[in-house]
């Protein structure tokens, strides 16, 4: 299975999942459908599912177009996001696996920036491979996504989850943040030296013009204000020493930024 990030809107990333053997993809949320069919086209690829994190219109602006291009494809959701969908016919819960090809996704519940976002995490095949999360607005390089429909406690718990997973785990965030989520970063974290590097490093791509997504989930936990809550210096910074409330206060400090 390969990935291919498509560009839409203004700073959003479409994920194309190709399989070349059998020459079929599916896409994880489309913002619009002319990149997606624009790439399936120089593929000679047929579309075969829409996976869906929630219902944001970013995120599934393109699903009825693609909808009607590829009539057999199946589109999937959050259970909780029922109605809000557009086309949805499968209606995904924590736990459940969705197929591509010949890898499998398992579907976490990650409530916080809506109140039924879920993402899909595909284990690697090979223990050389890496793992590929797609997470939405949940955890963005850098940062995480604003609380619009969930509290603290909610995301804490989700953003938990996704540090659970292995270091070795593609980031694929639906949006390029990563720039001013690091710039935050450094405002409370500021003698990370992992942080400072990284920071040199994204701003050095940005200045070129590439795309800082994927990033590796091990290099999240070290440098990702919004997965270490319980690290001193941002109790410190957020004078608290609750590890939700620390959360919360970061990201309210980030709204503000
Ligand atoms: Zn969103
Ligand atoms: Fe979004």
């Not at 995120?59 to 009825?64: I, M, S, T």
């Amino acid at each position: 299975m390969q990935v291919i990030r498509l560009e839409a809107l203004s700073d959003n990333y479409i994920f194309l999942l190709h399989d070349s053997q059998q020459n079929i993809a599916a896409v994880v949320d489309p913002a619009e459908a002319e990149p997606v069919l624009n790439k399936l086209k120089e593929l000679k690829a047929e579309l075969v599912a829409i996976f869906n994190t929630h219902h944001h219109q970013d995120h599934v602006g393109g699903n009825k177009q693609l909808m009607q291009q590829f009539p057999q494809l199946t589109v999937y959701a959050g259970v909780e996001d029922r109605g809000r969908i557009p086309g949805q016919q499968v209606f995904l819960q924590d736990g459940d696996r969705v197929h591509f090809a010949d890898r499998i996704g398992e579907v976490l519940f990650v409530p916080g920036h809506t109140r039924a976002h879920i993402v899909y995490y595909f284990p690697p095949v090979h223990n050389s491979e890496t793992g590929e999360l797609f997470c939405g607005d949940t955890l963005f390089a850098g940062g995480c996504g604003r609380l619009s429909e969930g509290t603290p406690e909610q995301m804490v718990n989700s953003l938990g989850k996704l540090r659970s997973l292995p270091d070795n785990t593609n980031v694929w965030c639906a949006h390029e943040y990563t720039q001013n989520n690091l710039k935050f970063a450094l405002t409370v974290d500021g003698n990370n030296t992992d942080l400072q590097n990284r920071y040199d490093q994204v701003k050095a791509s940005r200045s070129r013009g590439e795309a800082t997504v994927p990033s590796l989930l091990g290099v999240e936990k070290r440098t990702n204000p919004f997965l270490r809550w319980e690290q001193p210096t941002l109790q410190s910074a957020t004078n608290s020493h609750e590890p939700v409330q620390t959360f919360a206060r970061l990201r309210g400090m980030k709204d503000q930024f």
